[in-house]
């Protein structure tokens, strides 16, 4: 489930969770290894990752990327800004469309599996004068992150 909440000042909130039959030890590497963003990102998004790969994850570490956006190409970089393997870690946007993004993912340990929580805390950029764009901007997230859920899926569990 993905849900949206108002913080603001602007800022909005991405809150999405999936629980996957794997150990925590198997779903963090996953997600520590760059490579894998291109494979659960929606193939129309075009995105690929511009740093050389494999990028040594860790605190402070800067990953440049291009995607597009409604037929529109643009650069994007983030930041990690925390790193807690196997627990969580966060990404910044230092440049991109966005006039913040601070993602942070979560891996917890339950029963059955290891829960995977997303939350992006973002702020569009012109606030309040881009604030007509929010509904199209919640309902693009909402699509990528659904793809994003279904090729974790795929991936990690429907493996052959």
Do not use: C, K
Request: without cysteine; hydrophobic residues 40%; aromatic residues 10%.
């Amino acid at each position: 489930m993905i849900t949206f909440a108002n913080l603001g000042g602007g800022r909005h909130e991405l809150h999405t969770e999936v629980v996957l039959p794997l150990s925590r030890g198997e779903v963090f590497p996953f997600f520590a290894a760059t490579e894998n963003l291109e494979r659960i990102t929606p193939p129309e998004l075009a995105f690929r990752i511009v740093t050389p790969t494999p990028v040594d994850i860790r605190e402070e570490v800067r990953i440049d990327y291009r995607l597009r956006l409604f037929g529109v190409p643009f650069s994007w970089r983030t930041r990690i800004s925390e790193w807690d393997p196997p627990h969580a870690f966060i990404d910044e946007q230092e440049a991109g469309p966005y006039h913040t993004w601070i993602h942070r993912h979560e891996f917890v340990e339950v029963t059955g599996g290891t829960r995977m929580t997303d939350r992006v805390v973002f702020r569009l950029p012109l606030a309040p004068l881009s604030t007509p764009a929010l509904p199209i901007v919640r309902a693009q997230l909402r699509r990528i992150f659904t793809y994003r859920g279904r090729a974790i899926r795929r991936l990690l569990i429907d493996v052959d």
